[in-house]
């Protein structure tokens, strides 16, 4: 006889190889736009970025990025599917048998999720491209918009696969209703 007190575990997310490609590319932008950022700070090239005001709308552009990122985290909770792949790689390599079950969480719809699909993702761009005008440098503020804005919308593509394969109709609604 079940336990009705028990709530039934299911498998909630596997990793596949699309996903962690994402993950990666993601994580390897990350790195190379501070990289570029280092170098490339106090040239006179980036001159026309030096004005306190522009540094100041960049550095408004950039926490407004974090607190949106951080909204859409805390919205979601310390068992989303993206908190940990490093974690869940690490664990599939050393443990072959480990199986990831989770409780089934539903479709985060309200919140800051009842205005945009991906707040982290929006946040993370809007916030690399403030902190490359907030600490002037034209170099990371291109890196940001032709490398790091593109990686996050692939990424959430991929993203977006995954949650119709989890979610299915009721994603598929839902992401017609958020355009962005």
Same mark, same amino acid.
């Given at each position: 006889?079940?336990?009705?007190?028990?709530?039934?575990?299911?498998?909630?997310?596997?990793?596949? *190889?699309?996903?962690?490609?994402? =993950?990666?590319?993601?994580?390897?932008?990350?790195?190379?736009?501070?990289?570029?950022?280092?170098?490339?700070?106090?040239?006179?090239?980036?001159?026309? $970025?030096?004005?306190?005001? #522009?540094? &100041?709308?960049?550095?408004?552009?950039?926490?407004?990025?974090?607190?949106?990122?951080?909204?859409?985290? *805390?919205?979601?909770?310390?068992?989303?599917?993206?908190?940990?792949?490093?974690?869940?790689?690490?664990?599939?390599?050393?443990?072959?048998? =480990? &199986?990831?079950?989770?409780?089934?969480?539903?479709?985060?719809?309200?919140?800051?999720?009842?205005?945009?699909?991906?707040?982290?993702? /929006?946040?993370?761009?809007?916030?690399?491209?403030?902190? %490359?005008? %907030? #600490?002037?440098?034209?170099?990371? $503020?291109?890196?940001?918009? $032709?490398?790091?804005?593109?990686?996050? #919308? /692939?990424? %959430? *593509?991929?993203?977006?696969?995954?949650?119709? &394969? #989890?979610?299915?109709?009721? =994603?598929?609604?839902?992401?017609?209703?958020?355009? /962005?």
């Amino acid at each position: 006889m079940k336990d009705p007190e028990k709530p039934k575990k299911v498998e909630f997310f596997s990793l596949d *190889k699309k996903y962690i490609l994402a =993950y990666w590319v993601t994580m390897v932008s990350y790195g190379v736009f501070f990289l570029i950022q280092l170098v490339t700070v106090g040239y006179p090239y980036n001159a026309s $970025l030096e004005n306190p005001w #522009i540094r &100041r709308i960049g550095l408004v552009v950039a926490v407004a990025g974090a607190l949106i990122w951080h909204i859409g985290r *805390k919205k979601l909770g310390p068992e989303s599917v993206d908190i940990d792949p490093l974690g869940e790689i690490s664990r599939r390599i050393l443990f072959p048998s =480990y &199986r990831k079950v989770h409780i089934k969480k539903p479709l985060v719809t309200d919140g800051i999720y009842a205005f945009m699909k991906h707040p982290q993702y /929006w946040g993370t761009v809007m916030f690399y491209i403030g902190f %490359a005008v %907030a #600490i002037p440098s034209y170099p990371a $503020l291109a890196f940001a918009i $032709l490398v790091v804005l593109p990686v996050h #919308i /692939w990424r %959430a *593509k991929v993203e977006e696969e995954m949650n119709l &394969r #989890i979610f299915g109709e009721k =994603y598929r609604r839902y992401s017609e209703e958020k355009r /962005w």
